[in-house]
C-alpha cells in the first residue's frame, strides 16, 4: 500500500520569513495530494490540493509543488503571521475522494 | 450549509463498554470516511462507506469496530469492549462522490475517545 513520509516533524520559524515542508510517496498510481492544516482541538482543513496532470498550484501565500517523478511533493507558505501556526498534514490518494494516506504531520510555530 | 457534524465531542468509556461514535455527513453527500488520530500522529484510514454500503473496510481492527452508514440517519462506528489503547480522536469525513473532482472531503471536528 501507498506510504507517505513528511518532514520536518517541527518548524520553527519567525514571523514574515517562509516555511517549506516536504513529503514522499510509495505509490506511483497516487496522483492526487491534498495539504491540510490542523488547529489545536479541531478536525483537518484542507488548504490547498494538486492533482498528478499539475506541477506546481498556487493560492495566495500558500503554494504546492509536485515532482511525480522523484514522487515527492511540497508546500510552501511564505510571509508567516502567528495564524498560520499549526499541524500541517500532506496526504496522497488515487483519486479525489478517495481514502487517503496520510503523512506524520509537521507541527509549525510562528513566532511574533 | 452545515459541515460535517460529529457527535458526541468527547466520549469517555471505561474498559469493557461500548463507544458509539455519529457523524451526519454534509448535505447531498453519500460517501463517509472514518479515520482514527492517535495522539501526536497522523490520522489513520479506517473504513469507507456509502448508503447501507462498507466500500473499503481495510483500515478497520479486525475485531471489535464495525461501522454502518443507514439508509437514513447519520454513519456510525461502533466500538464493542473497548480498551484503553483505543484512546484517540476519531475524524469523519464525507464526499458527494468517488473522483468527484471537487477537491477531495470536508472533515468533521471528530470525537476524542478516552477509555479510564
Known amino acids: 500500500g501507498e506510504n507517505v513520509e513528511q518532514h520536518p516533524s517541527t518548524l520553527s520559524v519567525q514571523e514574515g520569513d517562509s516555511a517549506v515542508i516536504k513529503c514522499t510517496y510509495s505509490d506511483s498510481a497516487s496522483n492526487y495530494f491534498p495539504w491540510y492544516k490542523q488547529e489545536l482541538g479541531k478536525g483537518p482543513q484542507l488548504i490547498i490540493d494538486i492533482r498528478s496532470n499539475v506541477g506546481e498550484k498556487k493560492d495566495q501565500r500558500i503554494a504546492v509543488t509536485l515532482n511525480k517523478t522523484a514522487k515527492h511533493f511540497s508546500l510552501h507558505i511564505t510571509e508567516t503571521q502567528p495564524e498560520d501556526s499549526a499541524v500541517y498534514f500532506c496526504a496522497a490518494s488515487k483519486a479525489a475522494g478517495n481514502k487517503l494516506t496520510f503523512g506524520g504531520g509537521t507541527r509549525v510555530l510562528v513566532k511574533p | 450549509n452545515a459541515g460535517v457534524m460529529q457527535n458526541p465531542r468527547h466520549l469517555v468509556r471505561r474498559r469493557g463498554q461500548e463507544a458509539r461514535l455519529r457523524c451526519s455527513p454534509m448535505?447531498?453527500?453519500?460517501?463517509v470516511y472514518w479515520y482514527r488520530q492517535l495522539p501526536e500522529e497522523g490520522l489513520k484510514f479506517m473504513v469507507y462507506?456509502?448508503?447501507?454500503?462498507?466500500?473499503?473496510e481495510s483500515g478497520m481492527p479486525k475485531e471489535r469496530f464495525s461501522a454502518e452508514f443507514p439508509k437514513e440517519g447519520p454513519s456510525i462506528l461502533r466500538i464493542q469492549q473497548v480498551v484503553r489503547g483505543d484512546s484517540a480522536a476519531y475524524f469523519c469525513?464525507?464526499?458527494?462522490?468517488?473522483?468527484?473532482?471537487?477537491?477531495?472531503?470536508?472533515f468533521g471536528s471528530g470525537t476524542r475517545l478516552t477509555v479510564v
Open positions: 448535505k447531498g453527500h453519500s460517501h
Open positions: 469525513a464525507s464526499s458527494p462522490s468517488l473522483g468527484s473532482g471537487a477537491g477531495g472531503y470536508t
Open positions: 462507506l456509502q448508503k447501507e454500503n462498507i466500500i473499503d
